[in-house]
């Protein structure tokens, strides 16, 4: 049997399901910053994933994902336990930003301490409280801004399962990254769990395909762990066949400052000197020709109509790893 499981003071009991509202910190109005967090447990018993979005406040596109979880019951597990946090970052979101309300970037404040900083505090209660009983993670992000970034699993090197689950989920490509100092993703892999980072859409912004990538990518990677039964007859959902790994990649920055139209697709492959996109004036006499210093694919596009000179403006995945 497997041990017993109290999260915020409620008992986890086997077959049933939980709304717990963490209620960690204030606002300087004394508004509680309540984060609700559903857990779900199987009478069987099994592994206990964690899927949540919105560390990032204005990454709607993950908590949206996450909300379809629920919504379509796919987070009540046939074994094991399955917690749904579809907005860590409540505040961030309730005004539309990225960061915490102290303005610090909950993303770069874990693990966090007791006493730290508001986004530090609630960073080392989401790693004790949650975090500490799970075994799979599942987080959901967008690319910042305007970039719109392709459908794409993130994972740290050196790990076979973690790289095996990744490509279970189904993204056409999947990118070993080292982990950002202090993100959720390095506390939750130092402390020995299996972390799959996606990244799909852009900041602000619900893209049907970049939610339907997401909600069928944790229905794989649960069959998978046999967390969740699908019908004999059912075969996970794969973007495509060929799925492109990689552990290098390359940003494309604007060359001049101006008015900005792509030429590519997200997604599609590239090669080296191919004209991905153009820099011009608004009244018709500049022209600038933006070209690929590299061969690859294309997983992220910046999608402002008007860029500065040394914006980010394409990200050219360099296919070098096989699959
Ligand atoms: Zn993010």
Sequence with gaps: MRKKITILGEKILPGKTYQIKSDIARLHTRTKIEVPIIVSRAKEDGPCVLISAGIHGDEVNGVEIVRQIVANKYNIPDAGIIICVPVVNVFGFLIKTREF?????????????????????????????????????????????????????????????????????????????????????????????????????????????????GVTGILNVLEALGVKKFPANYTPFKETQEQVIFNESKWIRANASGMYRSLVQNGEPISKGDVIGLITDPYGFFERKIKSPVSGFVICLNHSPIVNQGDAIAHIAIQNLAS
């Design 101 to 213: 309300p102290d303005g610090k970037d909950l993303n770069r404040s874990f693990p966090g301490a007791k006493n730290g900083s508001l986004a530090s505090k609630f960073a080392h209660f989401f790693m004790n409280e949650i975090v500490d009983h799970v075994d799979y993670c599942i987080d959901f992000h967008t690319g910042g801004d305007t970039r719109f970034n392709y459908p794409q699993i993130r994972i740290s090197d050196d790990d076979d399962e973690t790289f095996s689950l990744a490509k279970i989920f189904g993204a056409k490509f999947v990118k070993y990254s080292s982990e950002r100092e202090k993100s959720f993703r390095a506390s939750a892999v130092a402390s020995g769990k299996k972390v799959l980072l996606y990244e799909g859409g852009k900041s602000l912004d619900i893209n049907p395909k970049v939610t339907n990538v």
